[in-house]
């Protein structure tokens, strides 16, 4: 293994090794992450965010391609857009609950962030820079009061006698504040081995992004030369100050030519253009964009239509690729968000109250399917009608909350005949 490596992954990935303390009951073992593998080679002055298109990577210039953009927009979007609530375990089934930690989380986590901001901020931290986290404000008793997010690039996680603490350094010097693990909420995009350093999304795919911006950067380059690819100038030249003027000579005219509209470019006598490398359409630029747009989406487990793709979208398959982003990619995200709520705002011993995200709004379908769904749930007891009006927001109407069971299936004969109790006869002889 080289040098670089070894440093690289002790380091920044697994962390250095502290023992302090001049006895044995004095012993602290302290694991320590101050700083990512990209960082820890930024100290050592190598570009580890460099693709191989020799494209710098960070989180601004990945968003500058619409493909990532769409993907953390939507992803991040539609996580803090579902709605969330607070439920218990009872004899009867589960309970929703009501109260100041029930609104905390449905309306506004903390006096200037509303639980959609706070949600969306916190996953636009996880798909860009693999990590996202708040703090959990207590009261001395214990009771939540509010939920604050945290920068990852100014938290250090370590692990001290086996438990992982956070360190948080505030604005302009401030003074460093410790956490424990109970009181952060953290939600990494992949976590490495260690349980420590978390990997973002834009670091593992650098090179398909870094095409994505060097592909982009090619057709601004080539349309502000008026469309003209490079191109060789041969003639008789005397010496290379010549060679040299003819050249930028030549290349301003193209520039002047592209600005003013015209179509024809006089050259001196003796002079010829030859072009060298190929167009975009030798290089199949607009094939290699789609192909980013491919990539970017496996990147992020998105099916290409969400990022606009419709090269292969048809109504039929349009529809299922909804069903399949809820199964395969926000399934995923929302149970680690409430198994990550439930964990640090009850403990790991908890378990009769939770938090849960209500999906069934991206299910529905169009509203005829939504009828005949409800309709049916009505007829065999398994929906309340007052159930089936809340889901369309719907006010509620006296005698809604009962269960209701569709008539017995009777004799042909004897349809339409009641008896003096009103309901349906069940015999053909009346009886």
């Known amino acids: 293994m080289a040098w670089w490596n070894f440093l690289a992954d002790n380091a920044a990935d697994k962390g250095a090794y502290e023992v302090r303390g001049t006895s044995p ?37 990945a968003l500058g391609v619409p493909a990532v953009l769409a993907a953390v927009e939507f992803l991040s979007g539609t996580l803090a857009g579902l709605p969330v609530g607070l439920f218990r375990k009872g004899k009867a089934g589960r309970e929703k609950q009501s109260g100041a930690l029930a609104d905390l989380l449905r309306y506004a986590v903390n006096p200037e962030t509303s639980s959609f901001e706070w949600r969306k901020r916190l996953f636009n931290a996880v798909l860009t820079e693999g990590r996202g986290l708040s703090y959990i404000e207590r009261t001395d008793t214990g ?11 100014k938290t250090t996680i370590k692990r001290v006698n086996g438990r992982k603490i956070y360190e948080y350094r505030e604005e302009n010097g401030g003074p460093v504040k410790t956490y424990a ?18 990997r973002s999304p834009l670091t593992l795919g650098k090179d398909a992004i870094g095409l994505a911006i060097a592909v982009t950067q090619y057709g601004s380059k080539f349309l502000a030369n008026g469309g003209v ?57 607009v094939e290699t964009q789609r192909f980013c747009i491919e990539q970017i989406a496996r990147l992020f487990n998105l099916p290409p239509v969400f990022l606009q793709d419709l090269t292969n979208g048809t109504y039929s398959n349009t529809e299922q690729q909804d069903l399949h982003f809820v199964k395969h990619t926000l399934k995923r995200w929302v149970e680690q968000f409430e198994q990550e709520l439930n964990l640090k705002l009850f403990g790991y ?30 007829q065999v007891g398994v929906l309340q009608p007052a159930e089936a009006r809340e889901r369309e927001n719907l006010p509620y109407v006296d005698g809604g909350d009962k269960l209701f069971m569709q008539g017995a299936t009777v004799p042909i004969d004897s349809a339409g005949q009641v008896n003096s109790a009103g309901a349906d006869l069940g015999t053909s002889d009346g009886n």
């Open 25 to 61: 009951a004095q012993e602290e073992r302290t694991t320590t992450v101050t700083q990512s593998r990209e960082d820890f080679f930024a100290a050592l002055g190598v570009n580890w965010n460099t693709a191989a298109t020799d494209v710098v990577v960070n989180r601004d210039t």
């Open 143 to 153: 009771a939540i009061v509010a939920i604050w997010p945290m920068e990852a690039a």
């Open 181 to 198: 693990a109970s009181e952060v909420i953290d939600i990494p995009f992949l976590l490495q081995p260690d349980g420590l350093t978390s």
């Open 229 to 285: 690819p490079p191109f060789a100038v041969t003639g008789q030249f005397q010496t290379s100050q010549a060679l040299k003027r003819a050249s930028d000579d030549l290349a301003q005219a193209v520039r002047k030519a592209a600005k003013d509209n015209r179509q024809a470019l006089v050259m001196p006598a003796g002079l010829d253009i030859k072009p060298i490398g190929s167009d975009p359409d030798k290089s199949q630029m």
């Open 349 to 378: 011993k908890a378990n009769r109250t939770y938090v849960e995200l209500n999906m069934d709004g991206l299910l529905r379908g169009d509203f005829k399917t939504r009828m005949e769904g409800y309709a049916r749930g009505v």
